[in-house]
């Protein structure tokens, strides 16, 4: 899965909007067997939250609704009383959520821990909420993919059925649905390390006698099994945008960092890159009120009337956003600073990878001035705007311009030589919240980096604000800079390349051939190299 | 028109070109103007308010109201706006005041013209309602 790195951060970013931090109002609890020696990442996270506490905070009477497919409710956070299913379908990379009944090491103890249940007040009440005799109910079992027979599935249902549901069994959406998680140990791609059927039809026994790494039973929050139907990219179609160009976001990397920014219901959100409008596109979609800039005019304007950054908003029924073309290298010459407007800054910034990064200005010491009358019609030049200085003019935007506590978010190409630590770009006043990779090639990945403003900033300290930027100094900034570089060096490592190079050479030339051959025919000249046979 | 440049953006808008401490707040020729109504949240418009210069708010209503009167259409009015903003005895702000600046801030827009600056009369353009801050590579 692509987007391992980000789970934990979107997750706490989308809680903290709410108030809730993990270690302080829910514990983090330990999944079954979490000491046994399975090397990868478990899909699960076990989420413990003190029952008094739970009540005040969430509506737990409305935990079966069924998660709006209503656009617009994607920013709407009822920040009064959220259900818990409400609160986590924010997170892009969360598919579902169970109120647990209970866990094990097998089934046995699993349905052990689910009877306990009845002996606790809170017990008690959770058990309760679902012995409507007019609820219907069903039991789900999901075995991540491990094959079992019917009769098979019954009888791991037969192991709760002392729950004593009252309600009619409803195979679809019914009421309450509970599921079954028997979980076992997973291959990179997702598949089980241990089939029971490796060749179809004849059981592996050494398999199959394996135990599971753990048993989970509980109730579906939000009235569906798999929310990735629902409030999502699916749903949203952001694949369709009317407009979209060589470097506009993937969909769901732009839904992961608008979480990470904290982006709600009228947060106010800059893009300073804004280039196709993708990521603040998303931020609308949250809810936010978007302003973004731009200095390449054409990319702004889109290609045509029914491509642009504000048809695309258009598409989805949103309030247009404010566009300004200017220069992030010069925003307080564009810009008043003397009070932060900013809730979030979320941005891909130009690398010069495949969108090349400008900025205003001649590389001239001292450049020709413009006559008056020359003025209205000149044409402003623009000179190379090296990233170690986007980054460095970033943060410092970022840093005077966003009010307390709120969020930077961008996208930094690094190679695997990256160390987050020493190689990210820092400053006086942002704090850094996280960092999470994105592996793209076998040299390159993306990291993207949340920030949060935590000290107001002195106009005064300019200066030593950007000249800190970097930490190991040049360094650091060389590593950023180079990165288009690199890439080239190590592409023309890898094999075939040499073999590659000259194909593509030979087929350059045979083109420019074929074309200078066109034109000499075209204009009536008889080439000397025809193979002419009889008479012309 | 497809794009268009509201007030609020004008209003923490400015122009430092070489020369001039005076840049703010820039004059507007507004050669064309646009109403677009827009879903009212008054929660929003209360955000807003510390973060808006309001004398640049009434200077900038100064600034195009002749060409409203010609480009709005009829059942528009500018909104009369007070000389400050306040809130009442509740610690409130009044919701009609809160219905005319949202008008004012979101809902009117230039759509061609110039931003002009004050001290050296440098004009920068709004073409199809993009306004194009970009310095001239003697004014840095």
């Known amino acids: 899965h692509v987007h391992l790195d980000f789970q934990r951060p979107e997750l706490e970013s989308v809680l903290s909007l709410h108030d809730i931090k993990i270690g302080t109002d829910c514990l983090d609890i330990p999944l079954p067997r979490h000491d046994s020696e399975y090397p990868h990442k478990r899909p699960f996270l076990i989420l413990s939250f003190d029952y008094d506490y739970a009540k005040r905070k969430f509506n737990l009477c409305d935990e079966d609704e069924v998660l709006s497919d209503d656009i617009s409710r994607l920013s709407i956070i009822d920040k009064n009383r959220p259900t818990v299913a409400s609160v986590l379908s924010r997170v892009t990379l969360i598919r579902s959520a169970l109120e647990l009944f209970g866990v094990g090491i097998s089934i046995d103890t699993c349905a052990t821990d689910v009877g306990m249940l009845w002996k606790g007040i809170a017990g008690k009440e959770i058990l309760s909420r679902c012995m409507e005799e007019t609820s219907s109910w069903s039991i789900q079992i999901h075995t991540l993919g491990t094959k079992y027979k019917r009769e098979e599935q019954n009888e791991m249902r037969d192991r709760f059925a002392f729950l004593n549901f009252p309600g009619p069994v409803k195979i679809k959406d019914p009421t309450n649905e509970f599921l079954l998680i028997r979980e076992v140990e997973l291959d990179e791609k997702g598949t089980p390390l241990y089939p029971r059927y490796p060749t179809k039809d004849i059981l592996n026994e050494e398999n199959d006698s394996r135990p599971p790494l753990g048993v989970y039973f509980g109730r579906i929050l939000g009235g569906i099994r798999d929310w990735r139907g629902n409030n999502r990219l699916e749903r949203l179609s952001l694949k369709k945008r009317s407009y979209l160009g060589p470097t506009s976001m993937d969909a769901e990397l732009s839904l992961i960092m608008t979480n990470l920014g904290k982006v709600q219901k009228n947060s106010f959100c800059f893009e300073p890159f804004v280039g196709t409008g993708s990521i603040l596109l998303t931020c609308g979609l949250r809810g936010g009120y978007c302003c973004g800039a731009d200095l390449d005019i054409r990319v702004l304007r889109g290609r045509n009337e029914n491509e642009n950054i504000i048809s695309n908003f258009q598409q989805f029924n949103l309030v247009r956003p404010d566009l300004v073309r200017s220069d992030n290298s010069l925003y307080s010459r564009h810009y008043l600073t003397d009070k932060p407007m900013y809730d979030a800054i979320i941005t891909d910034p130009p690398y010069g990878i495949r969108a090349g990064a400008r900025k205003s200005g001649s590389k001239l010491e001292h450049p020709r001035p413009v006559s008056e009358d020359q003025r209205h019609d000149h044409i402003a030049q623009t000179q190379v705007y090296h990233v170690s200085d986007v980054m460095a003019d970033l943060l410092n935007v970022a840093a005077r311009n966003l009010v307390i506590g709120g969020r930077l978010v961008y996208i930094i190409p690094s190679m695997t030589d990256f160390d987050a630590k020493t190689d990210l770009p820092r400053h006086d006043c942002l704090k850094l919240v996280n960092v999470c990779y994105q592996p793209l090639q076998v040299e390159l990945g993306r990291r993207v980096v949340t920030m949060e403003k935590v000290v107001e900033y002195d106009p005064l300290q300019k200066d030593k604000y950007l000249s800190s930027v970097w930490v190991n100094g040049q360094q650091s900034a060389e590593k950023c800079a180079r990165i288009r570089e690199r890439l080239m060096e190590a592409v023309k490592l890898k094999p075939g390349y040499e073999e590659k190079a000259r194909y593509r050479k030979q087929k350059r030339v045979e083109t420019r051939e074929a074309k200078k051959r066109a034109k000499r025919e075209a204009k009536g000249i008889i080439s000397l190299n025809t193979n002419a046979t009889g008479s012309d | ?140």
Do not use: W
């Not at chain 2, 259409?73 to 706006?81: G, V």
């Not at chain 2, 801030?105 to 009369?121: A, K, M, R, S, Y």
């Open chain 2, 1 to 140: 028109e497809i794009f268009k440049m509201r007030l609020l953006t004008h209003n923490y808008m400015q122009s430092t070109v070489k020369g001039t401490e005076n840049g703010y707040p820039l004059q507007i020729e507004a050669d064309k103007i646009e109403y677009e109504e827009s879903p009212f949240d008054p929660d929003f418009v209360i955000a807003l308010i510390p973060k808006i210069e309001y004398k640049t708010i009434l200077f900038a209503v100064q600034q195009i109201a002749e060409r409203c009167s010609t480009d709005l259409p009829s059942e528009i009015q500018l909104p009369d706006l007070p000389e400050t903003i306040e809130k009442d005895d509740n610690s409130e702000y009044d919701k009609e005041l809160l219905k005319k600046l949202h008008v004012v801030l979101l809902d009117i827009h230039v759509v061609q013209g110039h931003l002009v600056c004050p001290g050296t009369g440098r004009r920068f353009k709004i073409t199809q309602g993009i306004p194009n801050m970009i310095l001239h590579e003697d004014e840095i």
